[in-house]
Antibody, heavy 117, light 107 residues
Framework: QVQLVQSGPEVKKPGASVRVSCKVY????????MHWLRQAPGKGLEWMGS????????IYAQKFQGRVTMTEDTSTDTAYMELSTLRSDDTAFYFC??????????WGQGSLVTVSS | DIQMTQSPSTLSASVGDRVTITCRAS??????LAWYQQKPGKAPKLLIY???SLQAGVPSRFSGSGSGTEFTLTISSLQPDDFATYYC??????????FGGGTKVEI
């Protein structure tokens, strides 16, 4: 059974960067495609991008191109999502999730990132 | 982008009611549609994938149907644990993967 455990809450100033981690238990990260999504407080779900397990290629939503970087450390089965040039509207819960075909059957618990001056 | 439109946005129901939520895609997505349930402060939970396949461990009162551009999620007899927000998601195209706006099922 896959379990995804994310890093804790972060508070950042506008213009800064944040890195959120997602550690995989019960499975090998190299066998999973890892996706990152976010949800602003009281709002809907937004897919940010994914890192393909087979070829380690990344695909990012155009909205986040140039600001987001998704990486993996296979030695620790940990995935990372870094978002740069933060703005107040980046305040959200950030989720890692995995799934076989572009839907998500396992989710992390979410990491709250607050952007405030 | 493929736009996903859910209706209604809010639904008032009672325990035992049959509940139907609709999701419409802006272009055909075959059967590449998933449904999720989300409770406050929690991550979403997968209910249905490929439009009508029930995820393991999900109660059989949940069912999905549809193909092309029109999809429905039905809860045959609403239980107290089912009061939550429901989202549809298309995975026909990664450019980008998109969700509906959500349907809140409340008492």
């Amino acid at each position: 059974q896959v379990q995804l455990v994310q890093s804790g809450p972060e508070v950042k100033k506008p213009g800064a960067s944040v890195r959120v981690s997602c550690k995989v238990y019960g499975y090998t990260l190299t066998d999973l495609s890892m996706h990152w999504l976010r949800q602003a407080p009281g709002k809907g779900l937004e897919w940010m991008g994914s890192l393909n397990a087979e070829d380690t290629e990344t695909i990012y939503a155009q909205k986040f191109q140039g600001r987001v970087t998704m990486t993996e450390d296979t030695s620790t089965d940990t995935a990372y999502m870094e978002l740069s040039t933060l703005r107040s509207d980046d305040t959200a819960f950030y989720f890692c999730a995995t799934g076989p075909m572009g839907y998500f059957d396992h989710w992390g618990q979410g990491s709250l990132v607050t952007v405030s001056s | 982008d493929i736009q996903m439109t859910q209706s209604p946005s809010t639904l008032s129901a009672s325990v035992g009611d049959r509940v139907t939520i609709t999701c419409r895609a802006s272009q055909t997505i075959s059967s590449w549609l998933a449904w999720y349930q989300q409770k406050p402060g929690k991550a979403p939970k997968l209910l249905i994938y490929q439009a009508s396949s029930l995820q393991a461990g999900v109660p059989s009162r949940f069912s999905g149907s549809g193909s092309g551009t029109e999809f429905t999620l039905t809860i045959s007899s609403l239980q107290p644990d089912d009061f939550a927000t429901y989202y549809c998601q298309q995975y026909n195209s990664y450019s980008p993967l998109t969700f509906g706006g959500g349907t809140k099922v409340e008492i």
